[in-house]
């Protein structure tokens, strides 16, 4: 028998909204064997024909950095009960790693990443829409402290892209996206009341 997704929830937000830790509690509540997680920021074109200094005056908050079109590919993949190799991105050097990781059908999947709900043909495989909300000062610290930590930054270097990039292409793609959601969760505080309803939600399919 081939298994397919039961339920393709789409997980949207702005930047270190929260998105990330909202996915984490809903695997570890269901159970990794129920859930596959589609993280959209795996698709950054790989450009290596771009020096590193190039690469970091991409826009990568912008629609056009995302290589969606593969993503669709693999969605399909999963949707037709096969395995789907997800790029695994370097945001140090901005470059896609020469290994994969595989994703197979389970009966929840997950669609996460900032512009999710923007993109129309991503929307299309969502039978749930979820945009996870958080003040835009909350969502700067926390962009702070995870890109010094986690990728290396300087604090200057994260500043100026958030100024230049990161709040403008929220503004124009990743708020107005809202609109398309069925449940929007906020995050400035923990929200279990909310989890709980977004968990009950997925277990009726498993």
Same mark, same amino acid.
């Given at each position: 028998? =081939?298994? /397919?997704? /039961?339920?393709? =929830? ?8 929260? /998105?990330?830790?909202?996915?984490e509690q809903v695997v570890a509540t269901i159970g990794t064997g129920n859930i596959e997680v589609l993280?959209?920021? *795996? ?10 200094? #190039?690469? +970091? $005056? =991409? ?5 056009? *950095?995302?290589?969606?079109e593969l993503a669709i590919e693999h969605l399909e993949k999963l949707c037709s009960g096969a395995r789907?190799? %997800? ?22 999947? @997950?669609?996460?990443?900032?512009? =999710?709900?923007? $993109? ?20 700067? %610290? ?5 890109? $010094? ?9 994260? $500043?100026q892209q958030f100024l230049e990039s990161v709040k403008p292409m929220h503004d124009c793609y990743v708020?107005?996206?809202? +609109?398309?959601?069925? %449940? ?6 923990? +929200?279990?009341? @909310?989890?709980?309803?977004? #968990?009950?939600?997925?277990? *009726? @399919? %498993?």
């Amino acid at each position: 028998m =081939v298994l /397919k997704p /039961k339920l393709i =929830v789409g997980i949207a937000g702005g930047s270190c909204s929260g /998105k990330t830790t909202l996915v984490e509690q809903v695997v570890a509540t269901i159970g990794t064997g129920n859930i596959e997680v589609l993280n959209h920021d *795996a698709y950054y074109r790989h450009r290596p024909e771009l020096t590193l200094a #190039e690469r +970091n $005056q =991409v826009n990568y908050d912008h629609p056009d *950095a995302l290589e969606t079109e593969l993503a669709i590919e693999h969605l399909e993949k999963l949707c037709s009960g096969a395995r789907a190799p %997800l790029p695994i991105y370097d945001f140090s050097a901005h470059l896609r790693s020469t290994e994969v990781r595989w994703l197979t059908p389970t009966p929840v999947l @997950v669609i996460e990443g900032i512009l =999710v709900l923007h $993109q129309p043909e991503l929307r299309a495989f969502m039978d749930l829409k979820v945009f996870v909300d958080a003040d835009p000062d909350v969502r700067a %610290l926390r962009r702070m402290e995870r890109d $010094q930590r986690e990728r290396g930054r300087t604090m200057e270097s994260v $500043q100026q892209q958030f100024l230049e990039s990161v709040k403008p292409m929220h503004d124009c793609y990743v708020d107005p996206s809202r +609109n398309h959601a069925d %449940l929007v969760i906020p995050n400035n505080r923990p +929200n279990p009341e @909310v989890l709980r309803t977004l #968990e009950a939600r997925l277990r *009726a @399919v %498993l």
